[in-house]
């Protein structure tokens, strides 16, 4: 479900990118436009490759469990909350006006946690194989 959550938010991304399409003066090149919003389609490939990369890396932990516990919760909500920030936070840094003033240390911050979090799913079901 988690994945088609992010499906969604990226699919918004790149909605935004079809309406920057519209936007378009008459005489304008394709190069003016891509140029013009550079930083809106760096986000939006930036924001697509973590979260399938993400998501992928989840999906081989995740297919081997049959049952959770509270812990196992947990440490996937975190994983959760922080995946579905990935689209703001890669906003931030695609944004040059934030990417200096605190955008780039959030973005680390929000990919650190969810490594870790998932790193800790994996550890917590190889310590308990009942899972």
């Known amino acids: 479900r988690e994945g088609l959550e992010e499906i969604a938010r990226l699919a918004r ?16 090149s394709l190069w003016h436009l ?22 992928v890396n989840h ?28 689209p703001f936070t890669t906003e931030l840094i695609a944004n040059p006006d934030f990417y200096t003033h605190g955008g780039t240390a959030l973005y680390v911050a929000v990919l650190l946690v969810t490594s870790l979090a ?9 310590r308990h194989p009942e899972l």
């Open 59 to 86: 999906h081989r932990v995740m297919e081997f469990f049959a049952d959770y516990d509270s812990r196992m919760m947990t440490l996937h909500l975190i994983w959760l909350l922080t995946v579905v920030s990935i």
């Open 34 to 55: 891509l140029s013009e919003n550079s930083n809106a389609i760096f986000g939006f490939l930036l924001g697509f490759l973590v979260i399938w990369s993400m998501w």
């Open 118 to 126: 998932l790193h800790l799913l994996g550890a917590h079901g190889r």
């Open 13 to 28: 991304l790149a909605q935004e990118l079809v309406e920057l399409g519209g936007d378009t003066e008459p005489g304008d």
